[in-house]
Each structure stands twice: as structure tokens, then as C-alpha cells.
């Protein structure tokens, strides 16, 4: 979804590389940065990585695809963690891997999270952090994102938590939902399995993608796109049609 926003696509390794080249001269891939031992290990090539992006998102604007959804009404469930959604506007998100825009504890000493109130300056040519590093207003040691990361154990789910049980109190009350499903790829299948499962019922699948669109059992339309030009179209296509 952010793509056609100007955010760097990560998908795939050559992808990562391309957005951040010190990663590939480090031999490191997406998966591997995004790990939380480094803030135990290395805080400062991790908070290199989050900090950056950190900036990036709060300078991008979301494009007028977002307003097309805004417009439609539509609820989210994202697995971004870029915050664009409240940024376009959108009150009701379900960040199912938490957000980049909130923090907590490393340890973590409690469950507290807050809202990020900090820039973190980060050298272009390593990608490392300068200090000082962002750190718990409770115990004084390292903060971290409120992001679920690969093999994470120690991140706090109860914000995002609560976000998932207002969507599905939501959805308990519809009865005739269309699921639009934008960018979601298959080797994080997450918003995949809660798109299928949120149109099993009626098979109102919209799959806008533009590597892998193909729908399981012809339940839903495809659109081999991406997000803004899908989107687009859609609008105009229900402008013809409505009164």
C-alpha cells in the first residue's frame, strides 16, 4: 500500500538492498535487521534500521488511494507498520504487528507502551544510530519499537490486541462485507489467512496485487496492480454505476 507513496518496497532481498545498500554490504537481509537480539547486542545498528524508517514514514505522505478507502468506509487490518493509515486519516486500524510510531521496554520491565516523542539521528553511510539511544522512562534502559519482529519474545501485544477484538466485534456485526486486499504477499501470509477468512462467507475477495494476485478456489477477483492504479479504478468503475 505504501509503495505508491514513495516508501521502499521491501519484498524480497535485491528489494531490501536496493532501500538500504549498507545491509547488502553487510551481507544482511530484511529478515535478519528486523531481529530483536540486536537491540541486546547492537543497539545502535538496530535502532539504525528503525530510526530511519521512523523518519521516512513521518515525512511521507499517504496517497490518494487511502482517501478512496476513507471514502468507502472501510475498516483496516494492516500488517504495516508504517502508521500511514492514521496519517490518511483512518480512526479504526488493527495493526496486527504492532506500529513504529509507539515503544516500550527492551526487557521489558513492564507492558508499557508510549507514543514516540523522539527523532533518532542515524548516519547515512553505516546506518548506525548516534547516541542517544531512545530509552524506558520506567527503568532507564534501552527502548524498542512496539513492532512484532522475527522470533520475538519479548514484544507487548496488548495495544495491538485490543485494536483485533474491536475489528472482530466489528465484523460479528456484518453481514455483507467486501475485503479488499492490497499488497499482501504469501511468505507472511497473515493478512492473506484474515482476508480469506473474512470473505469465506460471501467469496467478496478483491486481491489487488501486483506479483502474487492469483485466488485460492475462484473465491474473489484478482487485479494484477498496484495499489493507487487498482484503487483508482474501482472508484471510478462504482461512480458509473451508482446514482
Not at 529478515?31 to 547486542?41: K, M, S, W
Not at 473474512?198 to 478456489?217: D, Q, T
Request: glycine share 10%; proline share 7%.
Amino acid at each position: 500500500m505504501g509503495v505508491d507513496s514513495g516508501l521502499p518496497d521491501f519484498r524480497g532481498t535485491e528489494g531490501f538492498w536496493r532501500a538500504y545498500p549498507p545491509y547488502e554490504r553487510l551481507g544482511l537481509k530484511f529478515e535478519e535487521i528486523a531481529d530483536p537480539v540486536h537491540f541486546a547486542d547492537d543497539p545502535a545498528l538496530a535502532w539504525g534500521f528503525y530510526g530511519h524508517r521512523l523518519g521516512l514514514y513521518r515525512a511521507t505522505v499517504p496517497h490518494e488511494g487511502f482517501s478512496i478507502l476513507r471514502s468507502w468506509g472501510a475498516r483496516v487490518f494492516t500488517s504495516n507498520v508504517d502508521g500511514q493509515f492514521q496519517k490518511a486519516g483512518f480512526a479504526d486500524v488493527a495493526e496486527v504487528h504492532g506500529s513504529i510510531h509507539h515503544v516500550q521496554c527492551v526487557e521489558p520491565c513492564t507492558d508499557d507502551i508510549w507514543e514516540c516523542s523522539f527523532d533518532v539521528a542515524v548516519d547515512p553511510e553505516t546506518m548506525r544510530a548516534v547516541d542517544p539511544l531512545p530509552s524506558c522512562p520506567n527503568c532507564g534502559g534501552l527502548a524498542r519499537p512496539n513492532i512484532l519482529m522475527f522470533g520475538d519474545w519479548g514484544w507487548v501485544p496488548h495495544r495491538s490486541q485490543a485494536q483485533l477484538d474491536a475489528l472482530t466485534e466489528w465484523r460479528r456485526s456484518q453481514r455483507k462485507l467486501v475485503v479488499i486486499e492490497i499488497g499482501a504477499g504469501s511468505a507472511v501470509p497473515t493478512v492473506r489467512r484474515q482476508a480469506e477468512l473474512a470473505s469465506a462467507a460471501s467469496g467478496a475477495l478483491i486481491r489487488i496485487n501486483p506479483r502474487e494476485p492469483e485466488v485460492r478456489h475462484g473465491r474473489g477477483v484478482s487485479l494484477p496492480v498496484n495499489a493507487l492504479e487498482a484503487l483508482t479504478a474501482l472508484a471510478r468503475a462504482i461512480g458509473r454505476t451508482c446514482p
